[in-house]
């Protein structure tokens, strides 16, 4: 059982230059989350997502992110017009549908990232 | 909100050590409460989760954790550290309701030898 799956690793762009990280979740998962890793910081939440629907969006950038899940397919985190401030790891993390306040519940799994430079 | 805040960014043990990693959390809803691992250039791996049933979680590779309501806290630890647990590891929180993670900044562990 495969599983979650990011594309590209690594990924370098020039400013103002657009990014596209691909996650394809573990099978049976309908949950995607997706961090951002800047360096010698945490994990930050940015979006959850399920299939075509934006859950919570939180922790995007109000301009140039965008995130989407469709029917088919991986879920694509979309940076546009980069910056240098925009270089981190950013993880992909999938969950199935679990029942709130059941020992499943919250529990995620990661990715090994996308590390994305900006020049 | 939820938040937890790791003290400590990096911790130095020999190997052999009892190794003590250091957690609090504040939430307003009783809290799920995760530690994950991750090594270099991989993604994060869980190590233990506490999820109200038994307030001494006991995780893989050996790590337990004790949840503390009284001292909001959660402490990783591990009886004898080995060279093989040199990573960074990760505390986070959650509300049962909600599978969204919160996580602190990250503790790097030395083991030397």
């Known amino acids: 059982n495969a599983g979650v799956m990011q594309n590209p690793r690594h990924l370098v762009r020039r400013r103002g230059q657009e990014a596209r990280l691909r996650c394809s979740p573990m099978?049976?998962?309908?949950?995607v989350y997706w961090y951002r890793q800047l360096p010698e910081e945490g994990l930050k939440f940015m979006v959850y997502?399920?299939?075509?629907?934006?859950?919570?969006e939180s922790g995007m950038p109000k301009e140039r992110f965008s995130a989407e899940f469709p029917k088919e397919g991986p879920s694509i985190l979309r940076i546009q017009q980069v910056v240098r401030g925009d270089s981190a790891a950013y993880f992909c993390?999938?969950?199935?549908?679990?029942?709130?306040?059941?020992?499943?519940?919250?529990?995620?799994?990661f990715g090994e990232g996308s590390r994305l430079t900006v020049l | 909100a939820q938040s937890v805040t790791q003290l400590g960014s990096h911790v130095s043990v020999s190997e052999g050590a009892l190794v003590l990693l250091r957690c609090n959390y504040s939430s307003s809803v009783p809290p799920y409460l995760f530690w994950y691992v991750q090594y270099p250039n991989q993604g994060l791996q869980l190590l233990l989760k506490?999820?109200?049933?038994?307030?001494l979680v006991k995780g893989i590779n050996g790590f337990e954790a004790e949840f503390k309501k009284s001292e909001t806290s959660f402490h990783l630890t591990k009886p004898s550290a080995h060279m093989s647990d040199a990573a960074e590891y990760f505390c986070a929180v959650s509300d049962q309701g909600f599978q969204k993670l919160v996580f602190g900044t990250g503790t790097r562990l030395l083991v030397s030898p």
């Open positions: 506490y999820t109200s049933a038994a307030t």
């Open positions: 993390a999938s969950s199935p549908r679990v029942l709130a306040g059941t020992s499943g519940a919250g529990e995620l799994f």
């Open positions: 997502l399920q299939k075509e629907n934006i859950i919570d």
């Open positions: 099978k049976g998962h309908s949950h």
